[in-house]
């Protein structure tokens, strides 16, 4: 594959033949690229930053520079892109702020045009962060999480896996596993169609992510009161999932949602 020749890739960096490398594409410090890589023209990659096998970097895209963090000092630190992951135009991934951090992302993320992913992140596998969506730093995402377009999520949240987060919501808070969050980090629903789709999760797991965004958000009791009473009705990997978050070490605390059938059927209703 060619290495098109107004390219500048500086000479620590590693580019197999098999690489694809567009017009003013520029590669700065010991970057290295896997197998079947396609960088798109005018995309930068800085840093000690590792980038998996058929990777799509596309124009304008930003991998691996400097944090935007007033802290940081310059220090080495790390970015690594999955293997099969799509970078689209003009997103940006910057490297870890602390030295030798990281700032990983998962295999087969889709991050779309404009798309901020912060220092320090991590995405766990088939991750999708919609246009313009913006994860500040320390901000983690559970496997195969999807965050709509102009979804801003706050420093240090955690995000479970199979988490739907709706277009231009805030998240301020965590967001537990296989649930669904809109407005200021509200849980409205779990993700039924995320699981059903998934096509790994079993009727009586799916069932159990019902029953669990049910007890933990339709109910009147303190929050840690309804984990209690969902804590020994959990009997799938689902429902032992969403304990094992909640009861996890959080800065942020968990996100509240819907407190009564009523405020369902009112904003449309989710349930299914």
Not at 40 to 60: C, F, K, M
Not at 189 to 202: D, E, H, M, T, V
Not at 242 to 250: I, K, T
Request: charged share 20%; hydrophobic share 35%; glycine share 14%.
């Amino acid at each position: 594959m060619p290495i098109h020749p107004t390219a500048i890739i500086d000479k620590q960096a590693h580019v197999p033949p098999s690489c694809d490398i567009g017009p003013n594409v520029v590669i700065e410090g010991p970057v290295k690229l896997g197998e079947n890589v396609k960088i798109y023209p005018n995309a930068y990659l800085s840093g000690w930053t590792e980038i998996g096998d058929r990777v799509q970097i596309h124009p304008g895209a930003v991998v691996g520079h400097l944090p935007q963090d007033f802290h940081f000092g310059g220090e080495r630190s790390y970015c690594k892109i999955g293997a099969g992951t799509i970078i689209r135009e003009f997103a940006s991934i910057h490297r870890g702020t602390q030295p030798e951090s990281w700032t990983i992302l998962g295999k087969n993320c889709f991050i779309l045009g404009y798309a901020h992913i912060g220092h320090n992140c991590e995405l766990g596998n088939g991750v999708k962060l919609y246009n313009c969506g913006a994860l500040a730093g320390h901000v983690t995402v559970g496997e195969n999480s999807i965050v709509g377009g102009y979804g801003l999520v706050h420093q240090f949240a955690r995000i479970g896996e199979y988490v739907m987060i709706g277009g231009g919501t805030r998240i301020t808070k965590d967001i537990p596993p296989f649930m669904k969050a809109l407005h200021e980090s509200k849980c409205v629903g779990y993700n039924s169609i995320g699981l059903r789709r998934a096509g790994k999760f079993s009727k009586e797991e799916i069932d159990e992510a019902r029953l669990a965004y049910r007890i933990l958000y339709h109910t009147d009791k303190p929050f840690r009161s309804a984990v209690e009473e969902f804590a020994g009705q959990a009997k799938t990997a689902t429902g032992k999932r969403v304990l094992e978050f909640v009861n996890g070490a959080s800065k942020l605390g968990i996100a509240g949602g819907r407190r009564s059938a009523a405020d369902v059927d009112e904003n449309g209703g989710d349930e299914d």
